[in-house]
């Protein structure tokens, strides 16, 4: 019996300079793709960080008062080590983030602000692969970051936005989504692996308050393995997986 054939995932392209990754919650892109990430920066391409939410909700033992600083100083530990030096935060409640016309316009916001050719988003889907229910925070940012990066370009949405002195970009070329269960693209995670393990290993507290196995361990045995699967459909090159919508 014939093996089916396992469709191979195309690199990612590289025409491009500026991208903004948009998520919910402050570890989303150190489990999602902060291996590619290094890489881009590395190469000279710029990427900043925008975050819906600061993650107050994410550790049970610690209450939303004292997580939410914590969890925004871990992030932004964590993104130095990748090479992102802008990080922000939009404040939205984490836990009950809702998808809406409030949350498109300040992701809009933020694209009209770093006016990336590349949006990197999470997975917005109901489901992990069919596997795992996913959060509504991630369904309600990935949804309307796909959204917003039209709404950025029209003048007559959210006109308010240039009224503040944020005129129209119509240059996001492509939005690409981490996590996704019908991924289409990949980029290389070799180069990059070792800073998206210490990158993740930034957030300690959350990941102590997750596992009882070593922190490093736990991370590289994560995204190692995450890389590896994806290396099937690589070329046998351990990857980061994206699902790319062209604009």
Known sequence: MTEPTITQLQPMPEDWQRALAVVAHPDDLEYGCSAAIAAWTDAGREVAYVLASRGEAGIDTLEPAKCGPLREQEQRASAAVVGVSTVEFLDH???????????????????????????????????????????????????ATLDAAGDAGNRWIFPELTEQGLEPWNGVRWVAVAGSSSPTHAVDATPGMERAVRSLLEHRAYIEALTTEDPETYARTFLTGVAEQTAERFGGTPAVAFELFSR
């Open 93 to 143: 409640k984490d836990g009950v983030i809702e998808y809406g016309l409030a949350l498109r316009r300040d992701i809009a916001a933020a694209i009209r602000r770093h006016r990336p050719e590349l949006v990197i988003t999470l997975n917005h889907r109901d489901t992990w692969g069919g596997v795992a229910w996913n959060t509504p925070d991630h369904v309600a940012v990935g949804r």
